[in-house]
C-alpha cells in the first residue's frame, strides 16, 4: 500500500527536513550578511515556525509575527522605565507571562498562540536586556527583524518548494470521517453490533471532530486553498457537530420503541431499512433524499389529546429520522461541490442554519488562573535566585521557566512534558558543545559550516514532521539553534557557555517542580471539572426562557464532548454512560426547543413547563453523579400530562421536547402513564 503512493507522499518527512533546513541556512545566511547582532533567533524561528502543511506554516508565522510584536513593544515600555527597581521588573514580567498565558489558555485555538508568545517575548528579550536598558529599542526591533526574517524564509520555502496544501488533508479526514457517520447511521438505524460498540463509534467520532476543527484553522492560511473550499468545510463541519446527537437520540428512540414496537410497526421497519441502504450506498446517496422525505412525511400525523407515549416517541423518531436525512443530503451536496470547484452559495442546503451549533468553546477560568499563577510563581523564583546569587548569566533561567510553563500549559498534567523536555534541552546542550569546542573551531567558511550542521538539523526536521516526535524535534532544534548563538566571529567561552547552559537546565527544573505544585491534578480532576461545567450550562439553560442561544448551547456541549471524550478512561462508570450516550447535549436541546415551544402554548401549559424547568435547574446544579432525583421524573410526567390536554399549536414540539428530557434523564423508568381520566394510553 505504501508503495503504491506517490513519491512526495512516501518520503513527505524528509522532503519536509531537507526544506527546513534550506530555510533555515537561508534565515541565517542573510541575517549574517545583514549583520542581525542575533542571526541564530531567524535560524531557530524557522524550526519554530515550521509545519509539514503550508496552511499551518502561514497561520502559525502570522501568530508568530503578531505576537512578537506585542511583546517587544511592551518589553520597550517595561524595561527602561522599571530597570531601576529589579524586584519590580521581575514582578511586572512574570505577571505579564502569566497574564497572557491565562488569555492564551481561554482561547484555545491556535490563534492563542499570539497571546503565549507575547508573554514570553518579554522574557526572551527583557531579561537579558536589563545590563543594557538604553539599548532595549534596538535590542527589540532587532528581535523582531530576525524573528520576521525566519518567519518569511520558512512561508516562502513552505509555499514555493513543493507545497503541501492543508486542504486536502482536512478533505481526507472529513470523507473518513463522513463515511464513518455514515456506517454508524446504517449500524444503528438497524441495531447492529453492541450498544457499546456503537458508544465507541460516536466517542471516537466525537474526538475527530476537535482534530479536525483545529486542522481546519489553518485552512484560511493556506494560499494554496480555494476560499470556496474553506467555506464548504465549515459547513460540513457545522452538520458533522449535529450528527452526533441525532445518531444518538435516533437509537434512544429505538431503544425506547423496543422490537415489539417495532415488529408492530412494519412500514416503520421498511423506512428504518431503505434509509439504512440510502445512506451507505454511494452511488444512491448521491441521488436526492427527496424520496425518503416523502416516505418519512406519510409516517408522520398530528400528536392529538389520544396520542399514546408510543405515538410521541415514534413520531420524535420520524423528526430525528428527517434530520438524518437532511444532515446526510447536505454533506454529500458540500462534498461534490467542493471537489468539483463549485461555487458553495448555489448549493441547496435542507437542514436549517439555525438549528446547528456555533463554534463556541468551552473556557475553564479556574485552570487558565492556576496555570497562569504557576508560570508566574516559577518565573518569580528563578529571578530570586539570580538576584540573590548575583548569577551573571542567572538571566537563562527565568527566561526558560517562561517558555517551558508556556507551551505545556494545556496539558492537563503539564509536569511529564516540561520534563521531556528539559530532558531533550540537555541533550542538546551536550550536542551544541560538541560543535561548539570540537567542530567549529576548525571550520573557516560557511559552505563548510552549513555542512556540518546538515546531518543534526535534517534529523530534527524529520522528528518535526512526525506527530509522536513533533514536539522532541522543535525542542532539539530550537535549543540547539540558539545555544549555537552562530554569529560572523567565533567567540565561544566553555566558562560562559556551560554557565549560560545551568542557567537554563535550572529554569526548566524549576518551571517543572513548580508546575507539579500548582497543576498536579491530572486528567480525572479535569474530566470531572467538565463533567460538572456541562450540568450547570444545562442549568443555565433551563434557567432562561428566551428562544434563542441553541447553536451557542450545542456548539459548547459539542466542544466540550469532545474535550472529555479525550479524558473518557478517568471519568466515572455513571458519567461514562451519559458521555457515551451524549446525554447532557440531547436533553440540553431538547429544552432549549421545549422553551421555543412555550410561545404557543397556554397560560397554564407555560406555567407547568416553567415550574418544571425549575426544577431541573436546581437538580443539575446540585447534582454530582449518579441517578437524578425520583421526584423529578413525576414533575416531568405532570407536564407531560398537562401539554397533552394543549390545544395550542405548539403543543407537537413540547410533547416530543418533554419526551426527549424524560427519555434523557430516566431511560430506564417505565413508559409514561396518564394519570387518571386522561385519554392518552401508554
Known amino acids: 500500500m505504501r508503495a503504491e503512493e506517490p513519491f512526495l507522499v512516501r518520503h513527505a518527512d524528509l522532503i519536509f527536513a531537507l526544506k527546513t533546513f534550506a530555510a533555515s541556512t537561508l534565515a541565517l545566511v542573510v541575517a549574517l550578511a545583514l549583520d542581525l547582532p542575533r542571526p541564530y533567533w531567524a535560524m531557530a524561528t524557522v524550526y519554530i515556525t515550521s509545519q509539514p502543511l503550508a496552511g499551518a506554516t502561514s497561520s502559525k508565522a502570522f501568530f508568530r509575527v503578531m505576537g512578537t510584536l506585542i511583546g517587544a513593544t511592551v518589553t520597550v515600555a517595561m524595561v527602561p522605565n522599571l530597570v531601576n527597581a529589579p524586584e519590580l521588573l521581575c514582578l511586572a514580567i512574570a505577571l505579564w507571562v502569566g497574564l497572557c498565558l491565562y488569555l492564551s489558555l481561554l482561547d484555545g485555538t491556535p490563534r492563542s498562540y499570539v497571546f503565549m508568545l507575547a508573554g514570553y517575548t518579554v522574557a526572551l528579550i527583557g531579561f537579558p536586556a536589563v545590563s543594557e536598558p538604553g539599548n532595549i529599542f534596538d535590542i527589540a526591533l532587532a528581535r523582531v527583524e530576525e524573528i520576521s526574517l525566519g518567519i518569511i524564509c520558512a512561508s516562502l520555502v513552505s509555499t514555493v518548494v513543493l507545497p503541501r496544501s492543508v486542504a486536502p488533508a482536512v478533505g481526507r479526514r472529513v470523507d473518513i470521517w463522513l463515511s464513518d457517520a455514515r456506517r454508524l447511521s446504517r449500524d444503528t438505524l438497524l441495531h447492529r ?135 446526510s443530503d447536505d454533506c454529500r451536496a458540500l462534498s461534490d461541490a467542493i471537489a468539483a470547484g463549485e461555487d458553495i452559495s448555489a448549493v441547496s ?63 492537563d498534567d503539564p509536569g ?32 563548510v559550516l552549513v555542512i556540518a550542521l546538515a546531518p543534526t538539523f535534517i534529523l530534527y526536521g524529520v522528528l518535526i514532521a512526525r506527530p509522536a516526535t513533533a514536539l ?64 450547570k450550562t444545562l442549568a443555565v439553560a433551563a434557567e432562561r ?21 479525550q479524558r473518557i478512561a478517568f471519568v466515572s462508570e455513571s458519567d461514562r454512560r451519559d458521555t457515551d450516550s451524549l446525554v447532557q447535549l440531547r436533553i440540553g436541546l431538547n429544552i432549549i426547543d421545549l422553551r421555543r415551544a412555550r410561545y404557543g402554548l397556554s397560560t397554564s401549559t407555560i406555567r407547568a413547563i416553567d415550574d418544571m424547568l425549575d426544577a431541573l435547574a436546581a437538580a443539575f446544579r446540585s447534582h454530582v453523579g449518579g441517578t437524578m432525583p425520583a421526584g423529578l421524573l413525576a414533575r416531568i410526567d405532570a407536564t407531560l400530562t398537562q401539554a397533552v390536554k394543549d390545544s395550542g399549536s405548539a403543543r407537537e414540539d413540547a410533547l416530543m421536547g418533554l419526551a426527549g428530557i424524560r427519555r434523557g434523564l430516566f431511560p430506564d423508568a417505565p413508559a409514561y402513564q396518564p394519570r387518571s381520566g386522561e385519554s392518552v394510553a401508554a
Open 193 to 327: 453490533g453492541t450498544t457499546e460498540t456503537r458508544r465507541a463509534q460516536r466517542l471516537r467520532l466525537a474526538t475527530d471532530i476537535v482534530e479536525i476543527d483545529a486542522l481546519g484553522t489553518h485552512l484560511f492560511y493556506d494560499r494554496l486553498a480555494e476560499a470556496d473550499a474553506a467555506r464548504g468545510l465549515g459547513e460540513i463541519r457545522l452538520r458533522m457537530l449535529m450528527l452526533l446527537p441525532v445518531m444518538a437520540s435516533i437509537e434512544d428512540r429505538l431503544a425506547a420503541l423496543g422490537e415489539a414496537g417495532l415488529r408492530a410497526q412494519h412500514e416503520l421497519r421498511q423506512l428504518l431499512e431503505e434509509i439504512a441502504g440510502w445512506a451507505v450506498d454511494e452511488v444512491r446517496l448521491r441521488q436526492s433524499g427527496d424520496r425518503i422525505r416523502v416516505a418519512i412525511a406519510e409516517r408522520q400525523s398530528a400528536l392529538d389529546g389520544a396520542a399514546s407515549w408510543e405515538r410521541i416517541i415514534t413520531t420524535n423518531l420520524l423528526s430525528r429520522l428527517r434530520e438524518l436525512v437532511d444532515v
Open 349 to 411: 442546503l435542507r437542514f436549517r442554519p439555525e438549528a446547528g451549533a456555533a463554534p463556541v468553546r468551552h473556557r475553564d477560568h479556574g485552570m487558565a488562573l492556576w496555570s497562569a499563577a504557576g508560570a508566574a510563581a516559577a518565573i518569580l523564583i528563578c529571578c530570586g535566585l539570580w538576584i540573590a546569587t548575583g548569577w551573571a548569566d542567572g538571566a537563562s533561567a527565568p527566561m526558560m521557566a517562561a517558555v517551558a510553563c508556556s507551551f505545556f500549559a494545556a496539558n
Open 416 to 447: 511529564p512534558g516540561i520534563r521531556r523536555f528539559g530532558l531533550w534541552s540537555l541533550v542538546a546542550i551536550v550536542v551544541v558543545a560538541i560543535y561548539l569546542f570540537a567542530l567549529i573551531p576548525a571550520i573557516a567558511h560557511i559552505e
Open 472 to 535: 522532541t524535534g522543535m525542542a532539539l532544534a530550537a535549543n540547539t539553534a540558539t545555544l549555537l548563538a552562530l554569529q560572523s566571529t567565533y567567540s565561544a567561552e566553555f566558562a560562559s557557555y556551560a554557565n549560560s547552559a545551568v542557567a537554563f537546565f535550572v529554569g526548566v527544573v524549576v518551571a517543572e517542580v513548580v508546575t507539579r505544585i500548582a497543576r498536579g491534578v491530572g486528567a480525572e480532576w479535569i474530566a470531572k471539572r467538565l463533567m460538572l461545567s456541562s450540568w
Open 545 to 565: 426562557r428566551g428562544r434563542g442561544d441553541r447553536a451557542h448551547f450545542a456548539g459548547l456541549m459539542l466542544h466540550r464532548l469532545g474535550l472529555l471524550v
